[in-house]
């Protein structure tokens, strides 16, 4: 082949470079894009049970222009060990050419993409999208929803709650780097009377939050995402169910949101992300419950934000920062 036909290596980009392209208003901004966008395609994720009790996951999604691929492993055994429990990448070709146009890391995009939905979603639903703000887990997602919501909805107040206390005085100190006051709570049942805005985001291996939250408060749930899994008692969430709304990702939840299932709930029935953006708005009664078990979409949506910034960077390199879910 001539040089002339010889193809450019598509780049791959670490961790920190790939936050470096999903600020977080425009992350929730095209995710937005995606839900009205009428070319996306989005099939059913295939899971894969490993061998030795990691699961593989192939998340594929395309537009008119991007067709992309998350190809991700979770490995619950790395837990406490220095490799991640969240490997994998997210690759995106041209639709047009079928040309590789990026390798991204994966588990930035999944965090960053989640924590993205939840701010979309507190956008249109949170009553007092100010806080002060509950976070329950303080992982990866716990560090992304964090800055999601103090850069995204200008949170200024954090209460920060995790089976480990060297974990949460890590984010709670990362919160204070933002601008944020934070402190390390004990009780996250004590404090959800305290806190109009809550997010969960723990491995959810066993409900960690029971008492109903106050009238006005948003709750953003976001570590269960099989039928057997569940952060939050059947209890609250019949509570919610009743006297608020619940709203769901995608129509998958209906066989994929195990706090609601196990509380009984029918999940069809509920609405989706979609239509609360393209129908009438919710009426702000009663406390709202955001119920995300992830979606390719989101993914694709991180993957056109990405093609489009990187395009305009050119071969410039990005800022130096810290890859997320390193916090300082």
Request: with cysteine; aromatic share 2%; charged share 15%.
């Amino acid at each position: 082949m001539s040089s002339s036909h010889r193809l450019e290596p598509s780049p791959t980009l670490d961790a920190a470079a790939t936050a470096a392209l999903l600020p977080w208003a425009a992350l929730a901004d095209e995710i937005a894009a995606v839900l009205r966008d009428v070319s996306v395609v989005v099939p059913a994720r295939s899971v894969l049970p490993l061998s030795l009790g990691g699961t593989l996951f192939v998340m594929p999604a395309t537009d008119s222009r991007v067709a992309m691929t998350k190809l991700i492993t979770l490995t619950p055994a790395n837990t406490g060990t220095p490799r991640p429990t969240i490997q994998g990448d997210v690759v995106v070709f041209d639709v047009a050419t079928g040309e590789r146009r990026l390798v991204l890391d994966g588990p930035t995009i999944t965090a960053r993409r989640t924590a993205a939905a939840s701010l979309l979603a507190a956008r249109h639903l949170a009553q007092e999208p100010q806080g002060p703000l509950l976070i329950v887990g303080a992982g990866v997602q716990g560090l992304a929803h964090l800055e999601a919501f103090v850069q995204g909805l200008g949170v200024q107040d954090v209460r920060v709650a995790s089976r480990s206390a060297a974990s949460a005085e890590a984010l709670a100190r990362h919160a204070r780097a933002l601008g944020a006051k934070a402190r390390v709570v004990t009780d996250a049942d004590a404090e959800v009377r305290h806190c109009p805005l809550i997010v969960t985001c723990t491995p959810a291996h066993r409900v960690v939050l029971c008492t109903p939250p106050l009238a006005d408060a948003f709750v953003a749930a976001v570590g269960a995402y099989t039928p057997t899994m569940a952060e939050l008692s059947p209890t609250l969430c019949l509570h919610i169910a009743q006297q608020g709304h619940i709203v769901v990702d995608t129509p998958d939840a209906r066989h994929e949101a195990g706090d609601l299932l196990q509380a009984g709930l029918d999940v069809g029935a509920m609405p989706t992300l979609r239509e609360v953006l393209q129908g009438p708005r919710i009426q702000r009664t009663g406390p709202v419950l955001f119920k995300s078990c992830g979606w390719a979409g989101w993914d694709l949506a991180a993957a056109r934000l990405a093609v489009r910034a990187h395009g305009r960077a050119g071969a410039a390199a990005p800022a130096p920062g810290l890859p997320l879910g390193v916090i300082p």
